[in-house]
Nanobody, 122 residues
Framework: QVHLEESGGGLVQAGDSLRLSCAAS????????VGWFRQVPGKEREFVAA????????YYADSVEGRFIISRDNAKNLVSLQMNSLKPEDSAVYYC???????????????WGQGTQVTVSS
């Protein structure tokens, strides 16, 4: 079992930065890939970024490439998402999730946090 808890969401203005954190616990947390997803009401959960279990491989959705940075510290069981140059369309509930299958598909993820709200005003 892997337990995940997000923090760091909030209300910011367009162009601002925000850093989300995902604290993982559980015996095998460090050998899971971790992804960030976001969701707005009425829409499907959308992939944002993912990092492999070692941290050596990362990839991003086109919509956030160049603005968001995902990183992990396995010693602290922590995965972060640094979000820069935020846009109103980035507003959503952000979730971190863990999987043994490094993937951009939310269906591959077995463990999910409760989510944290990010709101970007124009």
């Amino acid at each position: 079992q892997v337990h995940l808890e997000e923090s760091g969401g909030g209300l910011v203005q367009a162009g601002d930065s925000l850093r989300l954190s995902c604290a993982a616990s559980g015996r095998t947390a460090s050998d899971h890939a971790v992804g960030w997803f976001r969701q707005v009401p009425g829409k499907e959960r959308e992939f944002v970024a993912a990092v492999s279990w070692s941290g050596g491989s990362k990839y991003y959705a086109d919509s956030v490439e160049g603005r968001f940075i995902i990183s992990r510290d396995n010693a602290k069981n922590l995965v972060s998402l640094q979000m820069n140059s935020l846009k109103p369309e980035d507003s959503a509930v952000y979730y971190c999730a863990a999987t043994k299958v490094y993937s951009s598909s939310y269906r591959q993820y077995d463990y999910w946090g409760q989510g944290t709200q990010v709101t970007v005003s124009s």
